[in-house]
């Protein structure tokens, strides 16, 4: 079992950053797949960038460059650098924790860009 903990959101106007935080229990975090998704009121979720245990990177093409992803896996953390946000950005940003059939969510954290 692994449990999941964003931390980092935040109320942020158009143009400014956050970095979103998601820390895991557990001993094998490395070998997790790491996701960030987004879900905004009435809308599906969906992917946001997600990191391998091998360190490769993917983004949505929503993104545009403007997020990072990252991970420590010292730590057991996974990170979401967020520049250049844009009010559309807004909703509530979920970790997944990936491995072979196995598939964790944390509770989630709020992120509201408007001026």
């Known amino acids: 079992q692994v449990q999941l903990v964003e931390s980092g959101g935040g109320l942020v106007q158009p143009g400014g950053s956050l970095r979103l935080s998601c820390a895991a229990s557990?001993?094998?975090?490395?070998?997790?797949?790491m996701g960030w998704y987004r879900q905004a009121p009435g809308k599906e979720r969906e992917l946001v960038a997600f990191?391998?245990?091998?360190?490769?990177?993917n983004y949505a093409d929503f993104v545009e460059g403007r997020f990072t992803i990252s991970r420590d896996n010292a730590k057991n953390t996974v990170y979401l650098q967020m520049n250049s946000l844009k009010p559309e950005d807004t909703a509530v940003y979920y970790c997944k924790a990936v491995l072979r059939m196995l598939t964790y969510w944390g509770q989630g954290t709020q992120v509201t860009v408007s001026s």
């Open positions: 990191i391998t245990s091998g360190d490769s990177t």
């Open positions: 557990g001993s094998i975090f490395s070998l997790y797949t």
